[in-house]
């Protein structure tokens, strides 16, 4: 088996991964999709809290996200691509911008369209799981200070309301926000000060461009807020639930968090430990209430007592320049059951390379790892694999690749990676009940 625990990530030839299944297999009723988000595919969100503070200067992001991937435009596309991997859901973003464009104003067009998702995920056999807010939020309300108005949970709720009321009898989850937590955990991983500098500036360059004393993100925010946007969005978590639930008791309501592996190298723990507590014990406590807990995991990260241990020499590094770990996704979805002890949907994973033959070679050995710890008791739903698309990555733009296909970002047309052939054929041969083991 590659890299599974201590052992080291090898990139294997693709030729070896493909026609071949480990002897783990997946409960039945898994679900197996692809994950993307509103802002980051869909295009012109140009009335969101996110492409405001694309725009001025200075700005913390790398390039707006413009026409993204167009997907506002080609989402029929791109629940065919999804339908042809033979997955079973998609996880989606609906984007409280165009939904509410102004407070209080509710757009039919835009819930005629996230509708038409919902119903035409369904005619292609694919579950809908639906993000209520990932990350970004309409222009008025970042002007209003975003999850820092005490007025928040309350605004989030009535939003909450009008999408479940329009579509929320046919979808099969609902994550009301996604990684709450990043924030705090960005904080740990230490950004360098001119990032923190920038971010900052970005946000005095918005409050003075809308005119507001504080124009607020929720995943740009200032060390000094950081516990007060906690508060705002574990009230509006709890608000917005509420409200999904008293249109639709059984629906399966949760929230996804940014759940790194953090490990300890040595038996000094204290550090670890401390990280868990400060960035995740809440959330974790949190998510106790709910259905389920989304986990979203990129990376393993090792601790000694006084601190965070940098990669070996000659590792293999993802964009984010931590190491390539295909055993961390198993061990962030243990250590979230074992706290919160909800069954977990594994919301988010993925890796960010321009190197697809190392997206190839990592599906695999963190599937088989994520089926040893089912095979082991924790209860896991389903999988949605970030991401069906090169998108818009955030401050990074568009230079960090996770997809599944990559996007001519011309002429907007999807291509197919090797990487993509490897989880559909990982799929399908779970879905055959192969146990056919890796030749020796
Ligand atoms: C997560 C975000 C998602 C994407 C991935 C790479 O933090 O939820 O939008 O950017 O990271």
Known sequence: MLGIGDRSFRPAPISRLLGHVTDITFPPGFLWGAAGSGHQTEGDNDNSDTWFAEQVTPTVFAEPSGPACDSYRRWREDLDLVAGLGLDAYRFSVEWARVEPEEGVFSDEALDHYEAIVDECRARGLVPVVTYNHFT????????????DPEAPALFARYCDRVTARFGDRIGFAVTLNEPDLPRVLSWLGLPDVV??????????ASEAAGVPAYRLGNVVLPEELAAMEDGLAAAHAAGKAAIKARRPDLPVGF????????????????????????????????????????????????????????????????????????????????????????????????ASNDDTLRAA???????????????????????????????????GYAFHYGLHEVDRATFERRRKPSADVYAGFVAAQRAGLTVREPA
């Open 362 to 396: 990592f599906i695999e050995p963190a599937l088989t790892g994520l089926g040893e710890a089912i095979a082991d008791g924790v209860p896991v739903l389903g999988y949605t694999h970030w991401t069906l698309l090169d998108n818009f990555e955030w401050i990074f």
């Open 137 to 148: 939020a309409p222009h008025w309300f970042a002007k209003r200070g975003a999850w820092l």
């Open 196 to 205: 923190r500098d920038l971010e900052r500036a970005t946000l005095a360059a």
């Open 256 to 351: 996804s968090l940014a759940l790194m592996d953090d490990v300890v190298v040595g038996d000094d723990a204290s550090v670890r430990d401390r990280k868990r507590a400060e960035v995740y014990q809440r959330w974790l406590e949190l998510a106790r209430e709910d259905d389920f807990l989304g986990v979203q995991n990129y990376e393993r990260v090792p601790y000694d007592g006084s601190g965070q241990v940098r990669p070996p020499e000659g590792a293999v590094l993802n964009q984010m320049g931590t190491e390539i770990e295909p055993g961390s996704l198993a061990g962030a979805v243990r250590y979230a059951h074992a706290v919160a002890g909800v069954p977990i949907f594994v919301t988010e994973h993925g890796l």
